[in-house]
């Protein structure tokens, strides 16, 4: 009797061998694929970086992070600490670091922005992977790779990209917390959306309720255990988020920078004012009035997303993944309470509605970016939802099933037509992104329903292909006009041609500066250590505030010429000059590599500066000189003002600068 060998278990690879091949249950195209898409992201995100300039407001504060540990703590625009930026320091803290280390510069600052797009990007294929398969890990991370919105922030300074793998660290977390029932992961979490809230302050706490709705309902623990974990993840949340905030509000006004942003010089009011309430409720809010309503996304409402400045940095895919979400819950309708699918669903569902209903509606301070925080979420329904409507098309009942995939194929790939319609005229490429959609668009549901009707899953899966190349084609070629474009608006960041205009409702063309322009004739600068830094550009300001005085606050122009005048009488003062807002003394500062006072933060409406505060500084021979600017936003306190011009001597070749002396203090 012949014995037949059972067959051979096969050979999994390890070590850096199965980091290129993937587990062994795998495709043999899935970790290829994996990789290419990540070489995707790296490519988009970091493509010819000595172009970009960043937002001249955060690289000012990083470059002066790299000159004092103090204003690095505090988060403090200038080296000498005397204002900090209006946002909590973390996102400066990655971008210092790297530029202590390595030297600052452009790629230097860029560096960590590139490394979280792209572990964003890995860090969603692994979660999608893991319930779902390769197939929907890949479409999603694809997905969000080719988001344009998301490409154009990863190739900026503001904190935008930290935020989102923060977030998505705390959404892995979680995950796995309702998958084992274990307290610590969901510690880890709360740690997470804590380090994100020290990163951008209310915007992290976007996801929670949808957090806690999929930990509670979806754990695999009892009732008691899931509500005591709770709120044992909500204290590790709490103390990560608060930490920062207490030692700062506890250290005494006279010992630390003021803060940025605040009614009244704590990091309380900055949480709950503007960066708070005033981004819901915008300047009508009795809390957090600093919100002042400005909107570079156009009118608050349930059309924002689809508007013509925000449509084609977002709204691509928005029709497929509403569909994809509705079809998935229906779908793992009887499922277990704890089934693991459904539960996703739940997770990425509410991260997308979540972010939806809060930036559509926000009637605060809003820029086209913000959005990039909901990328991850319309990427995980994307990729999921493909995969489980492609199988219900299949294997589901014609007449229940029959038409959603067709549906949202049709939906989305019309959706994508009218976007670059939008832009028609704009450039070959958007021209060819729309044949590309019409004709793949076409295919894709002919061939869906005839492969369906005559029973040829080759065809359908034909289809499918061409649907995918339908859907992204649009996306991919705002995102290729994103990384390639040579000079981006730092403050306000977009991708694509401009479909809006200006403050209030519309978007900058890429490269046109707000109020605030850097100092006339600057390029690039020597810091102190001999290093060059990169200057503005015209686009200094803040990513997240409007308004503010123009050149130096009001007027007056601050030109090459006065900063070197000013370098070269500073006679051991601690800061250069004393002006009266962040865009002008951030460029200043990376222009001269010396400490600048912002007396008014970026409005010039902070009550950082007193009279009696700037007699202070003059009798201790830390500041000799200031701009004064009495006209416009921005314009200098009168009381300063006023004394400024009575006592001060007025530097002829310099219209609106002063010199100070102690001998003018009485």
């Known amino acids: 009797m012949t014995t037949l060998a059972p067959s051979p278990a096969p050979v999994r690879s390890t070590g850096p061998r199965r980091l290129f091949t993937g587990p062994p249950q795998d495709p043999r195209w899935a970790r290829p694929a994996f990789w290419a898409v990540l070489v995707l992201a790296t490519a988009l995100y970091a493509w010819n970086l000595s172009s970009v300039t960043g937002n001249t407001f955060y690289n000012a504060a990083v470059y002066s992070g790299t000159q004092s540990w103090k204003a690095f703590f505090f988060g403090a625009l200038d080296a000498g600490s005397f204002i900090t930026v209006d946002k909590p320091p973390f996102a400066l803290w990655a971008m210092g670091l790297s530029a202590r280390v390595l030297g600052y510069g452009t790629w230097q600052l860029m560096l960590p922005m590139v490394a979280v797009g792209v572990g964003s990007v890995a860090l969603l294929y692994r979660m999608v992977k893991r319930d779902f398969g390769v197939v929907a890990a890949t479409i999603a991370a694809l997905v969000l790779t080719l988001t344009p919105i998301t490409v154009a922030i990863s190739r900026d300074t503001n904190p935008d990209p930290i935020l989102v793998f923060l977030m998505l660290l705390g959404a892995a977390a979680l995950a796995k917390s309702v998958r084992t029932g274990r307290l610590m992961p969901l510690v880890w979490s709360g740690v997470a959306i804590g380090f994100a809230f020290n990163t951008k302050m209310m915007q992290a706490y976007v996801v929670l309720p949808a957090f806690f709705l999929v930990y509670l309902w979806a754990a695999n623990a009892s009732l008691g255990r899931r509500i005591r974990n709770l709120a044992v993840g909500t204290v590790a949340l709490v103390v990560s ?167 949202a194929v049709a939906v989305s790939a019309v959706w994508a037509v009218v976007l670059l319609e939008r832009v028609s005229g704009s450039g070959t490429l958007y021209t060819v992104a729309e044949i590309v959609v019409g004709v793949a668009g076409a295919v894709a549901v002919l061939g869906l329903l005839a492969g369906r009707f005559l029973k040829r899953r080759r065809l359908i899966g034909v289809a499918a292909l061409a649907a995918a190349v339908a859907l992204l084609a649009g996306p991919a070629a705002y995102s290729v006009s994103a990384a390639t474009t040579a000079s981006t608006n730092g403050t306000n960041p977009t991708a694509g041609p401009s479909t809006g205009g200006g403050m209030g409702g519309g978007e900058r063309p890429s490269g046109s500066a707000p109020t605030g322009a850097a100092p006339s004739g600057a390029t690039s600068s020597e810091n102190a250590s001999g290093e060059t830094a990169p200057s503005g550009d015209g686009q200094s300001g803040s990513s997240d505030r409007t308004g503010g005085g123009g050149q130096a606050g009001g007027r007056t122009q601050v030109t090459s010429e006065m900063i070197t005048y000013l370098k070269k009488n500073q006679d051991g003062a601690t800061w250069l000059v004393a002006v009266a807002t962040d865009q002008t003394a951030s460029s200043i500062i990376l222009e001269s590599g010396e400490p600048v006072i912002s007396m008014g933060g970026w409005s010039g409406s902070d009550e950082a500066m007193t009279l009696a505060k700037l007699k202070s500084l003059v009798k201790a021979g830390k500041l000799h000189y200031i701009v004064i600017s009495d006209s416009g936003q921005g314009s200098t306190n009168s009381e300063i003002s006023t004394w400024v011009k009575k006592n001060g001597t007025a530097v002829s070749d310099y219209s609106g600068l002063y010199r100070l002396d102690a001998s003018d203090v009485g």
């Open 241 to 407: 988020s608060a930490w920062w905030m207490v030692v700062v509000d506890l250290v005494p006004a006279s010992s630390r920078p003021y803060i940025g942003g605040s009614t009244d010089n704590t990091v309380w009011d900055l949480v709950i004012g503007y960066n708070g309430f005033g981004r819901i409720f915008g300047a009508s809010s009795s809390v957090g009035s600093q919100g002042n309503g400005a909107s570079f996304g156009g009118e608050a409402g349930l059309y924002r997303m689809f508007n013509e400045i925000m449509g084609g940095q977002i709204s691509w895919l928005i029709p497929f993944a509403l569909i994809a979400l509705v079809g998935g819950l229906v779908l793992r309708g009887r499922a277990p309470r704890t089934d693991a699918k459904r539960a996703a669903l739940m997770l990425w569902g509410g991260w997308f509605v979540l972010h939806y209903l809060t930036f559509a509606l926000a009637e605060g301070t809003f820029h086209p970016y913000y959005v990039t925080a909901m990328a991850p979420g319309i990427a995980a329904l994307v990729g999921i939802g493909a995969v489980m409507l492609y199988r219900a098309f299949v294997e589901g009942s014609a007449a229940k099933w029959g038409w959603v995939l067709p549906g």
